[in-house]
């Protein structure tokens, strides 16, 4: 016969199993009472699972990460240093935070800050801030000036939409020479203007270098020596030291650990040509990466020359441009 009871009933079978000559098996036990029991002898675990949500708790009420995030030329890490200097760093008790307190003092002693949002994210303090915009800057219009050279070069073409031209197509100019005069008008009524125009010349770009005529290459034989030694007292100890042999050689010294060592790798030199068309190339790069993208390029003249034991090469560049550039006029 299998029965459920409740354990204050326990006792009235039990007296009754005894009476009958019976006997009781107990199969399963349920409830909140067998739990505290059967806790009851797990104290430790009890004790440790207390103390572990304790500690959790009590770390809870701290803040342990400040973020902050800005928009333009304020950069969080001088955020981080004023906020530093508030006493507020990693660590800090939430209860002794004010975030109003903070938000006033931030936007109050930084000129660029205008809006401040600070809050308490968990164990993270947030703060969020919006920089002052700088009303643009109008720029007043040059009524008056001319157009002149910023470079050297030979005048290909002149285009004016205001002002006199000052120069003509195959003309050399000098960087600072007139291109385009502010004025307009016939003699007797000549009034000043700001120039505007284009004007394109051929401009010259050149660079040159020296490169000998043969370089050495080193390369390993395969063969390898190595000495092994301690280090004491800034002394070498050395446990096999055998002797180098090799003529030319490549050395690395391998000393991070107690015992260190001493890596002899063989090489060969051999003597090779060097390729005068690959620097000459090098040196035509050099001058594309510094022109910029409305530069026309017309014409590449690499030159090698040839000399005792190197080589001389220069690489020239044609390229037409519009050479002009504005000439201030302080405005009467």
């Not at 349920?30 to 770390?59: P, S």
């Not at 701290?62 to 950069?75: C, G, P, S």
């Not at 051999?270 to 390029?297: C, G, H, W, Y």
């Not at 550039?325 to 405005?331: A, S, Y």
């Amino acid at each position: 016969m299998t029965l459920e009871i409740r354990l204050c009933d326990y006792k009235v079978l039990e007296e009754i199993v005894r009476k009958t000559h019976s006997k009781i098996k107990i199969e399963k036990r349920r409830g909140i009472t067998f739990l505290l029991l059967k806790l009851r002898g797990r104290k430790v675990l009890i004790g440790g699972v207390l103390v572990f949500f304790g500690i959790l708790y009590y770390l809870s009420s701290f803040i342990w990460k400040i973020e902050i995030v800005t928009k333009h030329h304020l950069t969080p890490l001088e955020l981080r240093m004023l906020v530093k200097n508030y006493g507020i760093t990693p660590g800090i008790k939430k209860s002794t935070l004010n975030v109003e307190e903070l938000e006033d003092n931030i936007v109050k002693d930084t000129n660029e800050v205008m809006w401040v949002k600070a809050r308490i994210e968990g164990s993270k303090l947030s703060i969020e801030v919006v920089e002052r915009q700088a009303p643009p800057k109008i720029k007043e219009q040059q009524l008056t000036g001319n157009i002149v050279a910023k470079m050297d070069g030979v005048i290909e073409r002149v285009y004016t939409t205001s002002g006199t031209a000052a120069t003509e197509s195959g003309k050399i100019v000098k960087k600072g020479d007139l291109l385009v005069k502010g004025e307009q008008g016939k003699e007797g009524k000549v009034y000043t203007i700001k120039a505007e125009g284009k004007v394109y010349a051929r401009t010259f770009y050149e660079e040159t270098a020296e490169l000998p005529m043969t370089t050495v290459e080193t390369v390993r034989t395969g063969k390898i020596l190595k000495n092994y030694y301690v280090t004491f007292k800034d002394k070498k100890y050395y446990l096999k030291n055998s002797l180098n042999n090799f003529e030319f050689y490549d050395k690395i010294e391998n000393n991070r650990g107690i015992i260190n060592s001493d890596v002899y790798y063989e090489v060969n030199q051999n003597e090779k040509p060097t390729d005068p068309e690959a620097l000459a190339k090098e040196l035509e790069n050099k001058i594309r990466l510094n022109l910029d993208k409305s530069v026309k390029i017309i014409e590449v003249t690499p030159k090698i020359e040839k000399l005792q034991d190197k080589y001389l090469i220069k690489v020239l560049i044609i390229a037409e441009e519009d050479i002009g550039m504005d000439e201030v006029v302080p405005n009467q």
